[in-house]
C-alpha cells in the first residue's frame, strides 16, 4: 500500500522510460511506426498487440538492445536500473537455481561480491517463495517454478523497471493467475527496489486485472493505437473480475481489437 | 538398478545365444578353420600376446583422439570468433575430410616412419572433423534470450564465452566424442595395414597372410572390444558432465 500512496502523492508523474518518435526496421520490413510512449514511475503497465506487430521489438528498444532508426528517441531516467523477464524462462540448465540468480550479478559491472551476490539471490527466492529449491537444477523444476526464478533472477539486482515480454504464456490457467497476484504482490511489497512494471501480454483479462495502463498496439508496422486506464481499484485483489469496471474495460478492449 | 540389471540382461543373452548357435553351427556342419572357426577355437588363441598388441593399439587410437579433440575444440573456438578465418580455413577441413584416410596412410608412414607416430596422426586425423563440426555448431547454439541476457547486464566476450558459449556447446562435444571415439579405432587400424610390426592392424594382416583365421578372428574382436571400451568411458563421462541433458534430447 505504501507505494501506492507515495505513487499518488508526487512520483506519479515522474517518468521513468521515454519513447519519442520511435520507428525501427528490419531491413526492408518496418516494424514500429513512429511510437511514443512515456513510462511513468510507480506504474504498470500492460502492452496489448497483434502477435508479431512489434511488442518484444518494443520491449528491446528499451533495453537498448536495439536502437530506433533516425529521429527516434529512447530516454531513461537517470542512473535507472532496468530488470527483463523473456517468455521463456532462460536459464542455465548446467546452474542451480541459486547460481542462475547469481549469474547476472556476478558479470559485467559486478556491482556485488560473491557474497553480496548469494545473498541477494537468496533474498530474490524468498521473495518468490521457492527458498526449498535453492540447489535444485531447472530440469528439475517446473515450468512456473523456472518463470519464478526467472522473475527473482530480474529481482536481485535491484531493478526499479521490470520489462516483461508475455512472461505467463507458456503456463497452465492455475499457475498463470497464481503468478499474476504474486507479481502484483512483489510490485506493491516495500521490500522490493521494484516501481514499474512494464508487461507484454496476449490476454486482453490478464492486463486488465494487472495494471493501472494499457498500451493497444496496432498492426505492424505498428504504433501505438490507444492507451487505456483502468478503472480499478489502486490495489487488486482475485475477485475484482466480478466488479462492473473490468467487464467494461475488457468489453472496450475486445472492441478495439476488433478494428483493428 | 534392477532396471539396469535387466535392460542388460536382453543383449547379454542374445549375445550368448549367438555364440551358441555359431559354436553348434560350425561343430554339426564341420566347417573348415580357415572359412570360420568356431567361437572356442578363438578364445584358445586369445592370449597375452594379443592383450599387448591390443594395448598398442588402444594407445594409439587414444592419443590420436585425444589430439585431435584438443585441435578440434581449438579450431572451433578460433572460428566462432573469426567469420573470415572460418570463410578461408572450413573448406580446407572439408577437403581433409574427403580425402580417404587409406590413400594417406602410406605417406604418413613414409614420413613418420612405421613407429606410434604415424598410427597417432591417422587417427587425428580422422577425428578431427567431426570434433570441429560439432564443437562449431555447439558454440554457435546458443539461445539468442540468453544472448540478449548476458548483454542486458553487460557481459563481457569472456564471460558469455565461459558462461554461455562453452558449456551450451558441451552436449554437441560430447556426441562428437561418441562418434569419433570408434574412428579413433579405424585410424589406428589403417595406420597399423600399411606399416606396423606390433598393434592389431599388424596381427590381422600377418594372420591373413598365414590363413591364420582363429587368430584373424580374435583380432576383429579384441579391435571392436577397443572401439567399445572407448565408447563407454565417453558415455560415462558425458552422463557426469552434461547431467542436465537427457539422452534422448540430442
Ligand atoms: N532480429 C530480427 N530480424 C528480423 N526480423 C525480426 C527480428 N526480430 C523480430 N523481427 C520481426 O519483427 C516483427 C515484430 O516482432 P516482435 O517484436 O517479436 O513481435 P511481437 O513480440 O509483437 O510478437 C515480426 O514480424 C518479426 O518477424
Ligand atoms: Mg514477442
Not at chain 1, 19 to 45: A, M, T
Not at chain 1, 194 to 223: D, F, K, Y
Not at chain 2, 17 to 34: Q, T
Request: aromatic share 8%; charged share 15%; proline share 5%.
Amino acid at each position: 500500500m505504501a507505494k501506492q500512496e507515495q505513487a499518488s502523492v508526487s512520483s506519479m508523474n515522474e517518468i521513468a522510460v521515454t519513447l519519442k518518435n520511435c520507428s525501427l526496421s528490419f531491413g526492408d520490413v518496418p516494424v514500429l511506426n513512429n511510437v511514443s510512449l512515456d513510462i511513468y514511475n510507480n506504474e504498470f503497465v500492460s502492452i496489448l498487440g497483434p502477435s508479431g506487430c512489434g511488442k518484444s521489438t518494443l520491449l528491446r528498444l528499451m533495453l537498448s538492445l536495439l536502437q530506433p532508426n533516425a529521429g527516434g528517441e529512447v530516454k531513461l531516467a537517470k542512473d535507472l536500473s532496468i530488470g527483463m523477464v523473456f517468455q521463456k524462462p532462460v536459464l542455465m540448465p548446467w546452474l542451480t537455481a541459486i547460481q542462475n540468480i547469481v549469474l547476472p550479478l556476478t558479470i559485467g559491472e559486478k556491482r556485488f561480491s560473491k557474497k553480496e551476490a548469494r545473498d541477494k539471490a537468496e533474498g530474490a527466492l524468498r521473495l518468490v517463495g521457492l527458498q526449498d529449491f535453492t540447489n535444485h537444477f531447472p530440469h528439475q523444476l517446473s515450468g512456473g517454478m523456472q518463470q519464478r526464478i526467472a522473475i527473482a533472477r530480474a529481482l536481485a539486482a535491484d531493478p526499479a523497471v521490470l520489462l516483461m515480454d508475455e512472461p505467463f504464456g507458456a503456463l497452465d490457467e492455475f499457475t498463470r493467475e497464481k503468478l499474476n497476484f504474486e507479481l502484483l504482490r512483489l510490485w506493491e511489497s516495500p521490500d522490493t527496489s521494484l516501481s514499474t512494471v512494464v508487461m507484454v501480454t496476449h490476454s486482453i483479462q490478464e492486463s486488465v486485472i494487472m495494471s493501472n495502463r494499457i498500451v493497444m498496439m496496432s498492426p505492424r508496422p505498428a504504433g501505438v493505437d490507444a492507451i487505456i486506464p483502468v478503472p480499478l481499484p489502486a490495489h487488486r485483489e482475485v475477485g475484482m473480475e466480478e466488479l462492473p469496471e473490468y467487464h467494461h474495460t475488457v468489453n472496450e478492449l475486445r472492441k478495439r481489437v476488433k478494428h483493428l | 538398478m534392477m532396471n539396469k540389471i535387466k535392460s542388460s540382461m536382453y543383449p547379454i543373452s542374445f549375445a550368448l545365444g549367438f555364440i551358441v548357435l555359431w559354436e553348434l553351427a560350425v561343430r554339426l556342419f564341420h566347417v573348415p578353420v580357415y572359412l570360420l572357426p568356431a567361437p572356442s577355437a578363438v578364445i584358445e588363441v586369445m592370449d597375452g600376446s594379443l592383450s599387448s598388441h591390443m594395448l598398442v593399439t588402444l594407445t594409439e587410437a587414444l592419443a590420436g583422439f585425444v589430439l585431435a579433440n584438443i585441435l578440434g575444440m581449438i579450431t572451433a573456438v578460433i572460428f566462432v570468433h573469426s567469420k573470415s578465418i572460418e570463410k578461408g580455413a572450413f573448406p580446407l577441413a572439408i577437403a581433409l575430410k574427403t580425402t580417404p584416410l587409406v590413400a594417406l596412410a602410406p605417406l604418413l608412414v613414409v614420413w613418420m616412419g612405421t613407429g606410434y607416430s604415424s598410427k597417432v596422426v591417422a587417427s587425428m586425423l580422422i577425428c578431427f572433423f567431426p570434433i570441429l563440426v560439432n564443437s562449431v555448431k555447439g558454440l554457435k547454439a546458443i539461445e539468442h534470450e540468453a544472448w540478449e541476457l548476458f548483454s542486458t547486464y553487460k557481459g563481457t566476450k569472456a564471460e558469455i564465452f565461459w558462461k554461455l558459449r562453452l558449456p551450451t556447446s558441451l552436449p554437441y562435444v560430447f556426441s562428437a566424442l561418441k562418434i569419433s571415439s570408434s574412428l579413433a579405432i579405424v585410424g589406428a587400424i589403417v595406420g597399423e595395414f600399411v606399416g606396423a610390426n606390433k598393434g592389431l592392424g599388424y596381427v590381422v594382416l600377418v594372420s591373413s597372410y598365414h590363413m591364420d583365421t582363429p587368430i584373424m578372428f580374435s583380432a576383429i574382436i579384441a579391435s571392436a572390444l577397443c572401439g567399445l571400451l572407448l565408447f563407454w568411458g565417453i558415455s560415462w563421462l558425458e552422463k557426469k558432465v552434461v547431467f542436465w541433458q537427457r539422452a534422448d534430447d540430442l
